[in-house]
C-alpha cells in the first residue's frame, strides 16, 4: 500500500536516506513490536519506534506513575500521576503518530499470559527493571523463537543485548544468576542517572529497525556495555552454553512457559 502524502511527508527523512528508502519503511509499518514495560528504558523505545511509523506497538506495563519516576521516564508528565503506564504512555504516542496501532495490556507480565502477549510479534523489547521478569521474557523468547532485546540500567551504567533464540547467546547464556549491579529483586532506591536510560532505551529502538528492516549489523553474541562517567562503550563476547536451561541442547525450562 502506498504512503499517503502526509506519511510520505512525516516520513521523509527516512524515505531520503541512502540504503533505507521506502522500502524499508514499509517494513517499518508491517512491522509489529511488543515493549514490556513503560518506564526508564520503555519510554524512548516506545518514543522512538512509534516515530519511526512501526505498524503496530504491544505495551504491557501494570504500574501507576509516580512524582519519582519523572525524572527519567519522559513518556509521562506531571498531570498524569496516579495514571496507568499504559494509559499515559497510549495518549502521548498517539499525540506523536496516529498511523500507529497500539495494543495496551495494563496487567503484569506473568508466566501465564506472556506466550498470549508476545505471539502476535516480530520481535520483544524487555524494558523491565527486575531480573525475574527478564528471565521470564527470556525463557518465554526462547520457547516461541521470538527475537528479543535484553536491557539493564544501573546507577550511571547500561547493557544490551539482542537475542534470535537457536542462533545466538540468550540471557541465561550471559547471565545463569542475577549479576549483582541489577540484582535480582526490586530495583534500587538510588538511581539511575535520568538520561542512562535513555541512552540504552534509544539503542533498543535501533536494534528492533534494524531487525524489521534487515539493515545492519545486530548486537547478536556480544554484549553492549555502557559507562556514562567515563564515556565509554565496551562489547563483550558472548557465546552460547550448551548446557544453557533455557536455549542449550536439553532445555529444562522451556516446559515451564508453557501455560
Known sequence: ???????????????????????????????????????GLGSPALYYLAA??????????????????????????????????????????????????????????????????????????DATDNYASKYLINDVCVALHKPFVHAGISAFCGQLLTVIPGQSACLRCVYPVPPPALGAGPKAEAGPLGPIPGVIGTLQAIEAIKFLTGLGALLTGSLLTYDGLAAEFKTVHAPRNPECPACGGHPKLQEQTHG
Open 52 to 125: 519511526a511509523g512501526i505498524g503496530r506497538i504491544g505495551l504491557v506495563d501494570s504500574d501507576m506513575v509516580e512524582l519519582s519516576n519523572l525524572q527519567r521516564q519522559i513518556l509521562h508528565a506531571t498531570p498524569d500521576i496516579g495514571r496507568p503506564k499504559v494509559d499515559s504512555a497510549v495518549a502521548r504516542l498517539r499525540a506523536l503518530n496516529p498511523h500507529v496501532r497500539l495494543a495496551p495490556q495494563g496487567e503484569r507480565l506473568t508466566a501465564d499470559n506472556a506466550r498470549e502477549f508476545f505471539a502476535p510479534y516480530d520481535i520483544v523489547l
Open 1 to 39: 500500500m502506498a504512503f499517503s502524502p502526509e506519511e510520505r511527508k512525516r516520513y521523509c527523512r527516512h524515505l531520503e536516506l541512502p540504503g533505507f528508502g521506502g522500502r524499508a519503511q514499509e517494513r517499518l509499518r508491517a512491522g509489529r513490536v511488543m515493549v514490556v514495560g513503560c518506564g
